[in-house]
């Protein structure tokens, strides 16, 4: 178990441009299905970006390389989309697919932009972060809220 735990620790970080560091209370791992998972106190840092969760299992393709996150259970983050922006939040549900860099939240999700007041709240927050695109749902009980700063200082053109 332990060798499958160091091998599976290798690839992932070997995999990723920048180093994963995950702990947790329970590591279990099946090669065969390609799937990881985390439970108990989950911590995940990468580079700037941090993940906190209940439980993360990570989805392997067939040369190992992570193809989807799903991280479950008091889910909160800090996740950078390039070097001036950093968002923060919390889900009940996160998926992250590295593949192409997107972020699916889900449950009472809320976000906000790091250094400014601009927060969204609502059911389902997609953010592209390649593409630079982010969506919003609410459910039927709440509505999708956004608050953000409104420069009212006039522009010469």
């Known amino acids: 178990m332990l060798r499958t735990l160091v091998l599976m620790l290798l690839f992932l970080t070997s995999l990723l441009s920048e180093?994963?560091?995950i702990s947790a209370?329970?590591?279990e791992s099946d090669e065969n299905k390609g799937v990881t998972l985390f439970?108990?106190?989950v911590v995940i840092f990468k580079g700037k970006d941090e993940l906190r969760a209940d439980s993360v299992e990570i989805f392997t393709d067939t040369k190992r390389k992570p193809t989807k996150f799903?991280?479950?259970g008091k889910?909160?983050?800090t996740i950078h989309a390039n070097n001036t922006e950093a968002y923060k939040g919390r889900a009940n549900k996160a998926v992250f697919l590295p593949l192409i860099k997107e972020y699916h939240f889900y449950n009472d999700v809320f976000l906000t932009q790091l250094g400014s007041d601009?927060?969204?709240k609502g059911d389902t927050i997609i953010v592209n972060l390649t593409k630079g695109t982010a969506t919003a749902q609410g459910d039927s009980d709440k509505p999708v809220t956004m608050t953000f700063q409104i420069d009212d200082e006039p522009t010469h053109d």
């Open 39 to 41: 439970k108990g106190h």
């Open 75 to 77: 889910v909160t983050f």
């Open 25 to 27: 209370d329970l590591f």
């Open 70 to 72: 799903i991280a479950k």
């Open 118 to 120: 601009n927060t969204i």
């Open 19 to 21: 180093e994963l560091k």
